[in-house]
């Protein structure tokens, strides 16, 4: 069974740095595009940046320039690295892998989410 686990969260002060991990483990698969999203309390979840299977990325605005994702292929990881942190970044930040599953079978399109890691910025 797919699984996503994260790490990397934590409370830091404005302006400091965390690099957020995430790592898909269970079955055969390839990945499509792999995100991370973010939720606050009484806000949506949003899309904070994704990065495709050919290596392309997006980034929600206010992170660009700021955050940078990234992915190690061979450890099936992504990493999120947030620079210049601000309270405002304070949320549940959620992995996000988009996936092709070839075992177990069928083979099947499915949508992963991981348990979400809290990451607060406070001075």
């Known amino acids: 069974q797919v699984q996503l686990v994260e790490s990397g969260g934590g409370l830091v002060q404005p302006g400091e740095s965390l690099r957020l991990s995430c790592t898909v483990s269970?079955?055969?698969?390839?990945?499509?595009?792999m995100g991370w999203y973010r939720q606050a309390p009484g806000k949506q979840r949003e899309l904070v940046a994704t990065?495709?299977?050919?290596?392309?990325?997006n980034y929600e605005d206010s992170v660009k320039g700021r955050f940078t994702v990234s992915r190690d292929k061979p450890k099936n990881t992504v990493y999120l690295q947030m620079n210049n942190l601000k309270p405002e970044d304070t949320a549940v930040y959620f992995c996000?892998?988009?996936?092709?599953?070839?075992?177990?079978?069928?083979?099947?399109?499915?949508?992963?989410w991981g348990q979400g890691t809290q990451v607060t910025v406070s001075s």
């Open positions: 996000n892998a988009d996936l092709l599953v070839l075992s177990p079978p069928p083979p099947r399109r499915a949508d992963y």
């Open positions: 269970g079955g055969v698969f390839s990945m499509n595009a």
């Open positions: 990065i495709r299977n050919d290596g392309n990325t």
